[in-house]
């Protein structure tokens, strides 16, 4: 049973043991272990049931450090990270040989980011080895925002939490590959593409959307969902379709009285929407309610990563004509 608490040092000693430790960072919480170590990185697989063939974000507290397991970095790339770093930013890039093929699932490149939160930052200056970790949750739900997410799913299996509070981005970081002069965009995220844009002097491309043999599993149709159905679309409208009895309302600022609902903001924020959407959807899964109905957010800067969720927490959904009230959750978990 995992242990929850601030003690970097304990957490370095179970890292360096090739044990797994849950870290706080601006987006979410990491399942974190020594990216060099194959016992260590099979473990993150094994705990988060990840298929094999998903690769890990490996995870370092300076670009210097980055240099000792990355081949080359391209020119934009380099402006971003010295302009973003640390911050909700993946950048896919070349590696050598000291990650291991299991950590980039055989692929060339490795995804990679310096996080924000300053208690993983502490952490990984006292290490010398960099952290692979996805987001510490089973494989496909949703990604946990506080040290209690990660205790709830993962506690069993995992020996320590490192407790930051709960996550101030709220959504995964934004993944960028590079293609010559072409940035692609895999997975939209805690960085908005606003900001990005001025910083890249060639196309920006998003390839967040493919349905197929995606590079990124993060563009895998079905992800980030909850176990409960969950509709998109106009509030109003399918209140009238479904009524309220059984129902859960996700949404952006306005009150629906009479429903068990949660409102992403009242002030229509977007950084404050992000930062809410994960627990949102989780309180919803465990509410008594069926059926989960949200509607969009806006869609620029974070709400494009806020739709992109809610779009995918939809697809593994039943189709609203053949909701069957009576299905029990678990036989529409994933
Ligand atoms: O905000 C985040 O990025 C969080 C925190 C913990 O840093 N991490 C996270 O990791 O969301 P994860 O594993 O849940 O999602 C990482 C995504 C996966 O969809 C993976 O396929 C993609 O990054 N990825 C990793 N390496 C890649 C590579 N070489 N090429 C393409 N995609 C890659
Ligand atoms: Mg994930």
Same mark, same amino acid.
């Given at each position: 049973?995992?242990?929850?608490?601030?003690?970097?040092?304990?957490?370095?000693?179970?890292?360096?043991?090739?044990?797994?430790?849950?870290?706080?960072?601006?987006?979410?919480?990491?399942?974190?272990?020594?990216?060099?170590?194959?016992?260590?990185?099979?473990?993150?697989?094994?705990?988060?049931?990840?298929?094999?063939?998903?690769?890990?974000?490996?995870?370092?507290? =300076?670009?210097? &450090? $980055?240099?000792? +397991?990355?081949?080359?970095? /391209?020119? #934009? %790339?380099?402006?971003?990270? !010295?302009?973003?770093?640390?911050?909700?930013?993946?950048?896919?890039?070349?590696?050598?040989?000291?990650?291991?093929?299991?950590?980039?699932?055989?692929?060339?490149?490795?995804?990679?980011?310096?996080?924000?939160?300053?208690?993983?930052?502490?952490?990984?200056?006292?290490?010398?080895?960099?952290? =692979?970790?996805? &987001? $510490?949750?089973? +494989?496909?739900?949703?990604? /946990?925002? #506080? %040290?209690?997410?990660?205790? !709830?799913?993962?506690?069993?299996?995992?020996?320590?939490?490192?407790?930051?509070?709960?996550?101030?981005?709220?959504?995964?970081?934004?993944?960028?590959?590079?293609?010559?002069?072409?940035?692609?965009?895999?997975?939209?995220?805690?960085?908005?593409?606003?900001?990005?844009?001025?910083?890249?002097?060639?196309?920006?491309?998003?390839?967040?959307?493919?349905?197929?043999? /995606?590079?990124?599993?993060?563009?895998?149709?079905?992800?980030?969902?909850?176990?409960?159905?969950?509709?998109?679309?106009?509030?109003?409208?399918?209140?009238?379709?479904?009524?309220?009895?059984?129902?859960?309302?996700?949404?952006?600022?306005?009150?629906?009285?009479?429903?068990?609902?949660?409102?992403?903001?009242?002030?229509?924020?977007?950084?404050?929407?992000?930062?809410?959407?994960?627990?949102?959807?989780?309180?919803?899964?465990?509410?008594?309610?069926?059926?989960?109905?949200?509607?969009?957010?806006?869609?620029?800067?974070?709400?494009?990563?806020?739709?992109?969720?809610?779009?995918?927490?939809?697809?593994?959904?039943?189709?609203?004509?053949?909701?069957?009230?009576?299905?029990?959750?678990?036989?529409?978990?994933?």
């Amino acid at each position: 049973m995992a242990t929850t608490g601030t003690d970097l040092n304990r957490a370095v000693h179970y890292l360096q043991q090739d044990e797994l430790v849950a870290i706080p960072t601006e987006t979410v919480y990491g399942l974190a272990g020594n990216a060099y170590s194959e016992k260590a990185v099979v473990k993150i697989f094994s705990t988060k049931k990840r298929p094999s063939f998903d690769p890990l974000i490996v995870h370092t507290n =300076a670009l210097e &450090s $980055a240099k000792d +397991f990355l081949l080359d970095i /391209p020119d #934009t %790339a380099h402006v971003l990270a !010295e302009k973003f770093w640390p911050g909700p930013l993946t950048l896919i890039l070349p590696k050598n040989s000291r990650i291991p093929d299991l950590v980039s699932s055989g692929l060339n490149t490795v995804g990679v980011r310096i996080p924000r939160h300053p208690l993983s930052l502490q952490l990984l200056e006292k290490l010398d080895f960099p952290l =692979a970790a996805p &987001s $510490a949750n089973p +494989f496909g739900y949703i990604s /946990p925002t #506080t %040290a209690q997410h990660v205790e !709830e799913q993962l506690g069993a299996h995992i020996p320590y939490i490192l407790d930051g509070g709960a996550c101030e981005v709220g959504v995964e970081s934004t993944i960028l590959g590079f293609d010559g002069d072409t940035v692609i965009v895999y997975r939209l995220g805690g960085m908005s593409l606003e900001e990005l844009q001025q910083w890249i002097p060639g196309k920006l491309e998003v390839k967040a959307h493919s349905t197929s043999n /995606p590079v990124a599993p993060g563009q895998l149709e079905s992800h980030y969902a909850p176990r409960k159905p969950l509709i998109l679309g106009n509030i109003q409208e399918l209140l009238q379709e479904h009524g309220k009895k059984g129902i859960g309302v996700l949404s952006f600022k306005d009150i629906y009285p009479e429903t068990t609902q949660y409102t992403l903001s009242a002030s229509a924020d977007l950084a404050e929407a992000a930062r809410n959407l994960f627990k949102a959807l989780r309180v919803l899964d465990s509410a008594p309610v069926n059926l989960i109905i949200a509607e969009r957010v806006p869609d620029y800067g974070l709400g494009r990563a806020i739709n992109d969720r809610l779009r995918r927490a939809s697809a593994g959904s039943v189709q609203k004509e053949t909701f069957n009230f009576d299905t029990p959750s678990e036989a529409l978990d994933q």
